[in-house]
T-cell receptor, first 116, second 112 residues
Framework: QKEVEQNSGPLSVPEGAIASLNCTYSDRGSQSFFWYRQYSGKSPELIMSIYSNGDKEDGRFTAQLNKASQYVSLLIRDSQPSDSATYLCAVIYFSVGGTSYGKLTFGQGTILTVHP | DAMVIQNPRYQVTQFGKPVTLSCSQTLNHNVMYWYQQKSSQAPKLLFHYYDKDFNNEADTPDNFQSRRPNTSFCFLDIRSPGLGDAAMYLC???????????FGDGTRLSIL
């Protein structure tokens, strides 16, 4: 069973701080990594995708991938109350065999609260 | 804007009464997915279509069926909804297997 693990939180940070969200995954055959943001009662919204080792920046968001450690993270700089949501880490596995090939596997999500 | 549209946003049905949820997309994506998401849980994949090729997850109950009459539309049929089927149902699309998935706004299903 392919797994994606996240700390469920809640993670509470003050406005303007850096929020750091972490995710580990179980299979080295993973190739694609995504972060989704989900507001309460809404559907997941794709905010970052990352495919190779290193950092990828998009505005206030930075995704970091370390395939050797099987670790992906999301940093949110200058956190705003509007960033308060559940952040879902998702991984697509491309390892040969098994039933998870090409499918998006989600972590349980980390609840982020940004307080004024 | 190109998007994934789900109808209705809210659906209430009676225990055991069949219900159909719909999804349409203007992205012209080959792959369409249906997920079930219960409160405080991650989305759970029910099935997906790659073009007309249907792929059912092993643990998806037989009570759940799907149809994709053309590229743009996909339907989720629940033949005899039980109380445990109350959830948010999410439709997503991607251009191909492994590419980012884009979600519709979801349909929240309640069972009376």
């Amino acid at each position: 069973q392919k797994e994606v693990e996240q700390n469920s939180g809640p993670l509470s940070v003050p406005e303007g701080a850096i929020a750091s969200l972490n995710c580990t995954y179980s299979d080295r055959g993973s190739q694609s990594f995504f972060w989704y943001r989900q507001y309460s009662g809404k559907s997941p919204e794709l905010i970052m995708s990352i495919y190779s080792n290193g950092d990828k920046e998009d505005g206030r968001f930075t995704a970091q991938l370390n395939k050797a450690s099987q670790y992906v993270s999301l940093l949110i700089r200058d956190s705003q109350p509007s960033d308060s949501a559940t952040y879902l880490c998702a991984v697509i596995y491309f390892s040969v065999g098994g039933t998870s090939y090409g499918k998006l596997t989600f972590g349980q999500g980390t609840i982020l609260t940004v307080h004024p | 804007d190109a998007m994934v549209i789900q109808n209705p946003r809210y659906q209430v049905t009676q225990f055991g009464k069949p219900v159909t949820l719909s999804c349409s997309q203007t992205l012209n994506h080959n792959v369409m997915y249906w997920y079930q998401q219960k409160s405080s849980q991650a989305p759970k994949l029910l099935f997906h279509y790659y073009d007309k090729d249907f792929n059912n997850e092993a643990d998806t109950p037989d009570n759940f069926q799907s149809r994709r009459p053309n590229t743009s539309f996909c339907f989720l049929d629940i033949r005899s909804p039980g109380l445990g089927d109350a959830a948010m149902y999410l439709c997503a699309t991607s251009s191909r297997t492994g590419s980012p998935q884009h979600f519709g706004d979801g349909t929240r299903l309640s069972i009376l």
